[in-house]
């Protein structure tokens, strides 16, 4: 009975100190789940959606009937290479599936309102006033999702 009783608590012993080594690997661990913060991601959404905001305030400000595709074709091209390059940038960061989700959204977006206005030939007030308002609210998700990864992804 002495033996089992040894032996009992030479396990407990071992047991113990187990869980103290594994509680000391685990609690030096991290799981990191969302991307580093990337200041420059950060400073190029906020450019690129000042872009697309100052694009829609010239659209807005040009007269209805001078609203065709062709003046507004090479800020179209400027802007979608802009969001082509930070949907790259995006995907070139690991652990950013958010942040690529929402930039493919946007370019989405922006492609399917250029081809629109290409094969209509205009934009209307209450459409651009409409977009305008919907890519600053995607911005402003892009620009949030980067600032929470500098809270060190605790929503803070």
Known sequence: MDSYLSR???GGRQGAFLLLVAALVLGGCTVQLVA???AASFEETLRVGKMVDRFYGDLLDTPPGERAYANFAATYIEIEAELRS???RNKARPLNEESVAIAEI???QWTARRDEHKKTG???DGEARLDRDRFAREFAS???A?????AG???Q
């Open 153 to 155: 992804g605790s929503g």
């Open 146 to 150: 980067e600032t929470y990864k500098a």
């Open 122 to 124: 205009t934009y209307a």
């Open 106 to 108: 946007i370019l989405k």
């Open 36 to 38: 580093d913060y990337d």
């Open 8 to 10: 009992a608590a030479a």
């Open 142 to 144: 892009a620009a949030r």
């Open 86 to 88: 930070l949907l790259a």
